[in-house]
């Protein structure tokens, strides 16, 4: 992925695919967990962040698998498509809706300029509202169900929160591409 390339492609999975993970992490069996600040980062030894709430789940961290529910996007072609080769991590988020929309902090997935050389990210959105991702060079993509976008780990992203809907699930990815 070239550096500061933001890739956008509407319909990634097939409908079945894409239903079937939509189904599931919609569904009311789907666990997600409470984390306090979306967002954050240490900063001269400060908490700085968004102060955000939202749910998550993680499926693979650190190149390990966490949760028993990663088989709905292995059992997929999501992977294949991105052509990933080693997959870091890959986490879903779930933001409530807010009154106004708000911006959160921007951000890189990774820290460090050795950490994030060659990773490429992608955020997968689940479903559709007013909500998506802004980018720092101020480009703004927004949150279309079965939409993947894909740019550079180095790429400072922040969240948009939706005021249409009742949440904006995203799934977000960090992974080593096949070259």
């Given amino acids: 992925m070239q550096k500061n390339k933001i890739k956008v492609v509407d319909n990634f999975l097939s409908d079945n695919e894409f239903e079937k993970i939509k189904n599931v992490m919609e569904g009311a069996d789907f666990p997600w967990y409470w984390q306090l600040h979306s967002h954050t980062d240490i900063v001269d030894e400060k908490f ?16 390990k698998s966490i949760s028993d529910w990663f088989n709905l996007f292995l059992s997929s072609s999501c992977f294949s498509k991105l052509n990933v080769q080693i997959l870091n991590k890959l986490k879903a988020n779930c933001n409530y809706k807010t009154t106004n929309q708000k911006v959160g902090w921007f951000h890189t997935d990774y820290s460090g300029e050795d950490i994030i050389k060659d990773i490429t990210t992608s955020i997968f959105y ?43 699930i995203v799934v977000n990815m960090n992974y080593y591409i096949v070259k």
């Fill in 48 to 63: 700085i962040g968004d102060n955000v709430p939202q749910l998550t789940h993680g499926f693979v961290e650190d190149r």
């Fill in 126 to 168: 689940l479903n559709s509202n007013n909500g998506g991702t802004k980018f720092q060079d101020s480009t703004f993509v927004n949150s279309v169900a079965n939409r993947m976008v894909t740019f550079d780990c180095s790429t400072k992203h922040a969240p948009v929160s939706c005021t249409d809907e009742n949440r904006r």
